[in-house]
C-alpha cells in the first residue's frame, strides 16, 4: 500500500522567505511523486511531478522539489514566497509501472503574510 | 479547451432526495474520478473509472453510485441525500494511471438539509 504523510496542515510564511512544504510517503515499490495546487473556489492543478530521471524537479511559478529516497521524501520549496501562493497544496503518490491510482496527502494551507 | 467540466456547480438538497453530478472530459482520458474534500480531510476518492463502462469503489464510496456509459462522461448520483454528504464534489481525468497527470474540474458544492 502507498501513503503520504504532509507534514502542518497550515505554514505562515512573510512574504520574500522561503516556502518549504513537507512530504513523505512509503511505497513498496518505486514511486511516481506529485505536489498540486489548489488556488480558492478552484480545483486542483499539477505543479510538479517526479516520475524517473533528474531528482530535483522544477515546476511552474518557481517551485521545485526533490525525491529523496534515503528520505522516502518529496518536499516543495520556493527561494522567495509571494502573496500569490497563498493557496492549498497537495502531495500525491503512485507506484511507478502499470497503471495505478494515486494517493494524495491531506493538504498544507500555504499562508503569506505582506 | 474545456478540459473537465462538472455541473451543476453548487446546489442544495434536502435530506433523503436524490441527484446526479454530471462530469465530463474532452481529452479522451480513459481514467475518471470523483472526489469529495472536506476540511482537514484532503481529498478522498469517491469512485473512479478505468475504461468506458467500468467502475471502482474508492476510499468512500458507501451512498454513492457511479455510472461510465460513454467515454467522456462519468456520473456520481446520490440516491438518498445525508447531511454527512455536504461536502465540495471533483470530477478529475487522466490518460491512465501512474506518472499521468490529473486534470481536475472545478468543483461542485452540495449542501444537505
Known amino acids: 500500500a502507498q501513503s503520504v504523510t504532509q507534514l502542518g496542515s497550515h505554514v505562515s510564511v512573510s512574504e520574500g522567505a522561503l516556502v518549504l512544504l513537507r512530504c513523505n510517503y512509503s511505497?513498496?515499490?518505486?514511486?511516481?511523486l506529485f505536489w498540486y495546487v489548489q488556488y480558492p473556489n478552484q480545483g486542483l492543478q499539477l505543479l510538479l511531478k517526479?516520475?524517473?530521471?533528474?531528482?530535483l524537479v522544477k515546476g511552474i511559478n518557481g517551485f521545485e522539489a526533490e525525491f529523496k529516497k534515503s528520505e522516502t521524501s518529496f518536499h516543495l520549496t520556493k527561494p522567495s514566497a509571494h502573496m500569490s501562493d497563498a493557496a492549498e497544496y497537495f502531495c500525491?503518490?503512485?507506484?511507478?509501472?502499470?497503471?495505478?491510482?494515486?494517493?494524495f496527502g491531506r493538504g498544507t494551507s500555504l499562508i503569506v503574510h505582506p | 479547451n474545456a478540459g473537465v467540466t462538472q455541473t451543476p456547480k453548487f446546489r442544495v438538497l434536502k435530506t433523503g432526495q436524490s441527484m446526479t453530478l454530471l462530469c465530463a472530459q474532452d481529452m479522451n482520458h480513459e481514467y475518471m474520478y470523483w472526489y469529495r474534500q472536506d476540511p482537514g480531510m484532503g481529498l478522498r476518492l469517491i469512485h473512479y473509472?478505468?475504461?468506458?463502462?467500468?467502475?471502482a469503489k474508492g476510499e468512500v464510496p458507501d451512498g454513492y453510485n457511479v455510472s461510465r456509459l460513454k467515454k467522456q462522461n462519468f456520473l456520481l448520483g446520490l440516491e438518498s441525500a445525508a447531511p454527512s454528504q455536504t461536502s465540495v464534489y471533483f470530477c478529475?481525468?487522466?490518460?491512465?494511471?501512474?506518472?499521468?497527470?490529473?486534470?481536475f474540474g472545478e468543483g461542485s458544492w452540495l449542501t444537505v438539509v
Open positions: 511505497s513498496s515499490v518505486p514511486p511516481y
Open positions: 500525491a503518490v503512485s507506484k511507478a509501472g502499470g497503471s495505478y491510482i494515486p494517493t
Open positions: 473509472s478505468v475504461g468506458e463502462g467500468t467502475t
Open positions: 517526479y516520475t524517473t530521471g533528474a531528482t
Open positions: 478529475a481525468s487522466s490518460k491512465t494511471g501512474s506518472g499521468n497527470t490529473i486534470y
